[in-house]
């Protein structure tokens, strides 16, 4: 089992940034590949952002590639997704997802465990 509480989320500026962090907590979080998902108001849930349990792969939507970034800490069972130049289009609740091992998953179904999400919210 693994539990994932995110944290970090806001309401920012358009242009502003944001730095969101999601910790893990039960067994191997090092072997989880890890991701980060949004849902607007009204809309499905869609991929964000992806990383491997080492870090050595990641992977983005085309939506937020060059302003997003993912990456983890196995050390504190972290991981984290800097957004930059958000745009109000971006407001969403963002949820971490984790799954064993794995790489370039971007379906909801393929990540077999969730936070509760936290509100980002860019003003225009």
């Known amino acids: 089992q693994v539990q994932l509480v995110e944290s970090g989320g806001g309401l920012v500026q358009a242009g502003g940034s944001l730095r969101l962090s999601c910790a893990a907590s039960?067994?191997?979080?090092?072997?989880?590949?890890m991701g980060w998902f949004r849902q607007a108001p009204g809309k499905e849930r869609e991929f964000v952002a992806g990383?491997?349990?080492?870090?050595?792969?990641?992977w983005y939507a085309d939506s937020v590639r060059g302003r997003f970034t993912i990456s983890r800490d196995n050390a504190n069972n972290t991981v984290y997704l800097q957004l930059n130049s958000l745009k109000p289009e971006d407001t969403a609740v963002y949820y971490c997802?984790?799954?064993?091992?794995?790489?370039?998953?971007?379906?909801?179904?393929?990540?077999?465990?969730w936070g509760q999400g936290t509100q980002v919210t860019v003003s225009s």
């Open positions: 990383i491997s349990w080492s870090g050595s792969s990641t």
């Open positions: 997802a984790a799954r064993t091992l794995g790489s370039g998953h971007r379906s909801e179904n393929e990540y077999n465990y």
């Open positions: 039960g067994r191997a979080f090092s072997s989880r590949t």
